[in-house]
């Protein structure tokens, strides 16, 4: 390849990132974890509007019921909090959370907690292997493995297609628990064409158990 022609690829590769992270997209034109929030507004305005009281300073908890944010994909909190708005997701302090919220405000609190180091488990028993369901699931019973659409330590994705995969490996275990429960039973339907509701409903309380022991208990990188 001559010089320039060389040079104006370089320029052109570095123009397109520049633009991409201008959007929040990361490789390969993918969503970034952080999205395209400011972190720093998103700071204060978690603190005034009272979000870090009980997600935590740095996105990590006080209360196994409570989620914790730190370290999650910024799209993923964004749609869950318009989920809270528009009542597909249903949760009495959230929804009364949520209700003021615009979008930039959602996406610079979101870009706040994203920005924080991943959430480290605290609350799994330490048993190390993996259910067999988290890696492989259940072929016999349709079931995919966990693992291919939340990483193998639980730490999330952003697919092609722009769906976002939520880092669930250190989350809350008392959260996880509930948040299985509610696929289950059908209290929550705010998954793609309801996968997770699919994927909850083929699954025993000690399959529940299992998985969200494990999962409570990872340290995502
Ligand atoms: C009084 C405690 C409390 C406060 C204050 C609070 N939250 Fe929450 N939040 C919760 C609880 C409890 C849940 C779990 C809801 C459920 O079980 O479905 C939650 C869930 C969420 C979720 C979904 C997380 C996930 O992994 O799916 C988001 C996003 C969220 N909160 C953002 C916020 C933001 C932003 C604020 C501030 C504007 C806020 N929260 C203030 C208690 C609180
Ligand atoms: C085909 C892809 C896919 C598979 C396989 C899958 N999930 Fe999910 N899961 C999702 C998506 C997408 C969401 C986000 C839903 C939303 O946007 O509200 C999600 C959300 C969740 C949540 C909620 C996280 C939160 O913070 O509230 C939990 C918990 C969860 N999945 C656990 C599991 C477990 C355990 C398995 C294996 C038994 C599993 N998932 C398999 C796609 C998948």
Redesign the pocket.
């Known amino acids: 390849m001559a010089f320039s022609q060389w040079m104006a690829a370089g320029l052109l590769l570095a123009f397109s990132s520049i633009g991409a992270s201008a959007a929040g997209l990361g490789g390969e034109g993918l969503p970034s974890r952080a999205g395209n929030g400011d972190p720093v507004a998103g700071r204060e305005k978690a603190d005034s509007g009272r979000c870090l009281e009980c997600h935590g300073d740095d996105g990590n908890s006080g209360d196994s019921r409570i989620?914790n944010h730190a370290g999650?994909y910024a799209g993923?909190l964004v749609?869950?909090l318009h989920?809270f708005q528009t009542g597909a997701?249903q949760h009495a302090v959230m929804s009364v959370m949520a209700e003021d919220l615009d979008a930039a405000d959602m996406a610079d609190i979101a870009a706040y907690f994203a920005a924080q180091q991943p959430m480290q488990g605290r609350d799994g028993s330490g048993k190390r292997a993996a259910p067999g369901?988290?890696l492989h699931?259940d072929a016999g019973r349709g079931?995919?493995?966990?693992?291919?659409?939340?990483g193998r330590h639980g730490e999330g994705r952003a697919?092609e297609d722009g769906?976002?995969?939520?880092?669930?490996g250190g989350?809350r275990k008392v959260?996880?628990r509930a948040?299985?429960t509610a696929?289950k039973l059908g209290e929550?339907k705010?998954?793609?064409d309801g996968?997770?509701n699919r994927?909850?409903a083929s699954?025993s309380d000690d399959?529940?158990e299992a998985?969200?022991d494990y999962?409570s208990g990872l340290r995502p990188p």
């Open positions: 989620p999650q993923y749609k869950q989920d997701r369901l988290f699931g079931i995919p493995a966990c693992a291919d659409c939340h697919g769906t976002l995969y939520p880092l669930i989350q959260y996880l948040q299985l696929w929550r705010n998954s793609p996968v997770m994927i909850a699954l399959e529940f998985l969200v999962l």
